[in-house]
C-alpha cells in the first residue's frame, strides 16, 4: 500500500507540474496565435493570405515572366504586430470608418458636433487609434466553381472611436481560379447617418518585399526601391493639393505640368489586358523616382496626395453617387516593375485614389523574415473617398445614410510585361 500510495502522489506531483507547465505556456503564448488566417491559391501559382485581424492581406504571392514567384506586399511576420508595432504602419489592413484625414479631429453633422481622437498631429487618420485596422472580424473561407474567397464581418457599435451609428461591414476577398484577379468588395450599413470611407492598405513592391529593405541587423534599409517601378494613373488629370499636415485644402487642382502628373504612357504592352480584359495596354511613361524630388512638401517629402480618377476634375462632387464614382470597376491606375517584369492594374469604383509612395518607411520597421523597410521600400494605391471630405463641401460626400448602402470594389489584376 506505502509503495502504491507513493508511486500515485508521485503521478499527480507529475501530473500538477505538467499543468502548470501548460498553463504558463498558455499564459506566455500571444492570443493572436490563436486567430484564423485564411489561404487562397489559384491554378496559376498565386497566393493571397488573408487574417481576420485587421482584415488584413499578409501575403500576396505572384510569379514574375520566368515564373519565379515573390510575395509582393509589406507586412509583418506574427499578427500580434499588426496590432503592437509602433509607429503603426497600416500594413495590408481594412482602414475606416474613415480613412485618411479628418481635420482637427472633429466633423459636425446634422448639427452636432463630433469630436474624435486626433492620432495624427491635432488630426484623426485612418479612422483612429482603435479603428477597423485594430479589430478582430469574423471570416469564413468559400469556394467556387472559379474562385476561392474569405468572408469577413465586423458590427462597428455606435460611439466607437466617436463615430455617430451602428456600422455594419464587410470584406470579401476573391482570387480568381484561372486569372491572377483578387478582387476586395467593401460593403457598408449604418442605422443613423454617418461619415463612411473604407479603404484597403496594402503596400506594394513588385519586385518582391524582400527588395525593399536589407536583412535584420544589416542597416537601415537600402535595398530596390519602388522609385525606379513605372505608374500611370489614369484620367487623373486633377489632384487635391495638401497643407503641411497633409489635409487637403479643399482645392481641386490639375496635374498639367507638375511632378504630380502620371497621366501619360510611353509603350504599349501585348500582354497587359487592361481595363476591359482584353485588348492593347499602355506601360507608364513615368517612374514614380523621377520628379519625386520635385514634390513640394516638408519632410520627409514624396508623394502622399489624392487623386480625382476617371476625369471628373472639379466636378466629381455631382457626378459620384453614394460616395462612389461607378457602379463597376474602371481602370484607375497601373504599376509596373521593369526588373521583374512583374505589371498591376488597379480597377475600382471609388471616385479618388492616395499615391503613398511610403515616405516614412525609415529602416526601423522590420517586417517578414527580418527584412528592415527603408524609405519607399513599398507604395499605397488606397482607392478611397476624398481625405476630409466630412468637413470640406467643395470635395464628394462620403455621408452614408441609413437608407443607402456603401459598395467600394478594388480589384488588383497582375501580370507580366
Known sequence: MRVLAGVLLGSSVALAALTLLRLRARREQSWHSSLPVFKLKNANGMEVHVSVFGAAILKIMVPDKKGSRADVVLGYNTVEEYETATPCTYFGVIVGRVANRIANARFTLNGVEYPLLANDGTNTLHGGLKGLHKRVWEGRLVRGEDFEAVQLHYTSPEGEEGFSGTLHVSVTYRLDLYDNRLTTSIVATTDEATPVNIAQHSYFNLGGHTTGGSSSGSGSGGGMSILGHR????????FTPV???LVPSGEVAPVAGTPFDFTAAAAAAPEAAGAEGGGVALLPAHTIGSRIEQVPGAAPGGYDHNYVLFGMGPQAR??????MASEK???AATLVDPVSGRAMDLLTTAPGVQFYSGN??????TGKYGVKYGKHAGLCLETQG???AVNEPNFPTVVLQPQDTYHHDIVYR???V
Not at 455631382?318 to 460616395?323: D, E, P, Q, R
Open 329 to 331: 470597376p474602371k481602370l
Open 414 to 416: 497582375f501580370y507580366n
Open 360 to 365: 516614412f518607411l525609415d529602416g526601423s520597421v
Open 386 to 388: 476624398f481625405p476630409n
Open 243 to 245: 497643407s503641411p499636415a
Open 231 to 238: 505608374l500611370r494613373l489614369h484620367g487623373a488629370d486633377h
Open 318 to 323: 455631382v457626378l459620384t453617387k453614394n460616395g
